[in-house]
């Protein structure tokens, strides 16, 4: 999960979208992760959990945990009592679900550290995104701190959950929260067979710059359940590219998936209009931006609405709300297993 990020606030804008990371100043990142970028749960009875900075959190019922990470804001939500979870993201209250949050504070990254030091926390939970010496600050007002590390998927959010269960001492609830999530991913996975994949990329436009999101990002598992074969992954593209007009061209998407409101972006710009995802035959799909690119458990709901779009005669069934993981989000299976 190593990524080679572009330059530029246009990026920040597309990570924002992706996954509001990181609510702390500065956002340097000074302590590599261990575990492949993530962490994850230890055997059963272990005392401490390991944190993707290599640092041991002890396991406890922890009564005031504030959540610095959409990631964690969802999770945390399922897995412990809500008068446990005592402040989340701004960018949450902004979600369409974030009624699920009632009126419990919100933390943005303006005067973040007072902000969360006056919710009096045992428990701060961030990523990888959260400045260094940020969390030393408030581990030296005795506050614990927990990075799960970067979040690129599926492979991490499962692994986020199981983590944020050994740490709370609630693995019985983090192994149900799983079961439920794996549920829905193998329905969206069922819909549509491998054969039947839909040709296309993902991508956002700024100006003259253009971005993609492939292989090794949430993109490629929201794509792939979507029912789309990746077109910027099959030519080696990786992380978060910046294309230049010649590799557009040469990929000549069928098939646009893009942020809500950019197919007009799309259509208009003299080289893009170009391609085939332009053309008669071609299709430029739009998702929510609250759930495109979630790299949590709003996969489920953003890999829905592409499929509703792309698919529309292989979804029996409406999406569900992408915060719950209880009920199936398509219809029964239209194909074996992969």
């Given at each position: 999960m190593k990524t080679n990020l572009v330059n530029g606030a246009l990026l920040v804008t597309t990570l924002l979208l992706s996954m509001w990371a990181a609510t702390?100043?500065?956002?340097?990142?000074?302590?590599?992760?261990?575990?492949?970028?993530?962490?994850?749960?230890?055997?059963?009875?272990?005392?401490?959990v390991v944190?993707?900075?290599?640092?041991?959190?002890?396991?406890?019922?922890?009564?005031?945990?504030?959540?610095?990470?959409?990631?964690?804001?969802?999770?945390?939500?399922?897995?412990?009592?809500?008068?446990?979870?005592?402040?989340?993201?701004?960018?949450?209250?902004?979600?369409?679900?974030?009624?699920?949050?009632?009126?419990?504070?919100?933390?943005?990254?303006?005067?973040?550290?007072?902000s969360?030091?006056?919710?009096?926390?045992?428990?701060?939970?961030?990523?990888?995104?959260?400045?260094?010496?940020?969390?030393?600050?408030?581990?030296?007002?005795?506050?614990?701190?927990?990075?799960?590390?970067?979040?690129?998927?599926?492979?991490?959010?499962?692994?986020?959950?199981?983590?944020?269960?050994a740490l709370l001492d609630v693995r019985d609830r983090s192994a149900a929260f799983l079961r439920s999530y794996d549920r829905e991913l193998t329905a969206l996975d069922a819909v549509v067979a491998d054969s039947d994949l839909a040709p296309g990329l993902y991508l956002s436009v700024y100006g003259d710059t253009f971005f993609g999101a492939t292989a090794n990002t949430s993109y490629a598992d929201t794509l792939r359940l979507g029912g789309v074969r990746d077109l910027a992954a099959e030519r080696g593209f990786v992380d978060w590219?910046?294309?230049?007009?010649?590799?557009?061209?040469?990929?000549d998407p069928p098939l646009?998936?893009?942020?809500?409101?950019?197919?007009?972006?799309?259509?208009?710009h003299a080289l893009l209009s170009t391609?085939?995802?332009?053309?008669?035959?071609?299709?430029?799909?739009?998702?929510?931006?609250?759930?495109?690119g979630d790299a949590g458990l709003g996969i489920v709901e953003a890999a829905h609405q592409i499929l509703t779009r792309v698919h529309p005669e292989r979804v029996t069934a409406p999406a569900v709300d992408a915060s719950s993981t209880a009920r199936p989000t398509t219809g029964p299976p239209t194909k074996g297993p992969r």
């Open positions: 702390l100043p500065g956002g340097a990142r000074t302590v590599v992760p261990t575990q492949g970028g993530a962490a994850d749960a230890p055997e059963e009875g272990a005392t401490e944190d993707a900075r290599g640092v041991a959190v002890p396991v406890a019922p922890y009564q005031r945990i504030v959540s610095l990470s959409t990631i964690s804001d969802h999770a945390l939500l399922g897995l412990v009592e809500p008068e446990r979870l005592v402040a989340v993201t701004e960018y949450t209250s902004r979600h369409p679900v974030a009624w699920r949050f009632g009126a419990r504070p919100k933390v943005s990254s303006s005067g973040a550290l007072e969360v030091l006056a919710l009096r926390p045992d428990l701060v939970v961030v990523t990888l995104y959260a400045d260094e010496s940020y969390l030393a600050r408030l581990r030296e007002n005795g506050v614990q701190v927990f990075d799960l590390g970067d979040m690129r998927g599926i492979e991490t959010t499962r692994a986020s959950i199981r983590a944020l269960g590219p910046q294309y230049t007009a010649e590799q557009l061209l040469e990929l646009i998936v893009t942020l809500e409101g950019m197919g007009a972006v799309i259509r208009n391609l085939r995802a332009c053309g008669p035959e071609g299709r430029i799909v739009e998702i929510d931006g609250a759930f495109n």
